[in-house]
């Protein structure tokens, strides 16, 4: 999985990619010094909680995938089954191109199979 995050991470304007449990838990990260991974991680887990609670209050599905702007940069989280990747991208950058990168990532760790958490 190192080996996905790190070719990901090769795409102009990614700073730093991970899979996160849905509860918080680190799979896999390949972040840049310039980001702690326990806060990345632990912010990731809240939105996606959020959202899915969110989603669930108004009788809709779960998602597949979400965007976050913020003013210092922007998360990609994808739904890859038992968890998710997280892409932290520079704020600037246009998602159409990265977004074939970041889908192409999202499959090949879907395709590893069930994870072993613990």
């Known amino acids: 999985m190192r080996k996905i995050l790190d070719a990901l991470n090769e795409t102009i304007g990614i700073r730093g990619s991970m899979v996160v449990s849905g509860d918080g838990m680190v799979i896999a990260s390949c972040l840049g010094r310039q980001l702690d991974e326990d806060k990345v991680a632990a912010m990731a887990s809240n939105a996606v909680m959020s959202i899915r609670r969110a989603l669930g209050n108004q009788g809709l599905p779960d998602f597949g995938r979400f965007t976050l702007t913020a003013s210092h940069g922007k998360l990609v989280f994808t ?40």
């Open 79 to 118: 739904d890859t089954g038992i968890a998710y990747l997280v892409v932290v991208m520079d704020r600037y950058i246009v998602l159409g191109p990265t977004d074939i990168e970041i889908e192409s990532a999202a499959m090949r760790i879907r395709s590893l199979g069930e994870m072993k958490i613990g």
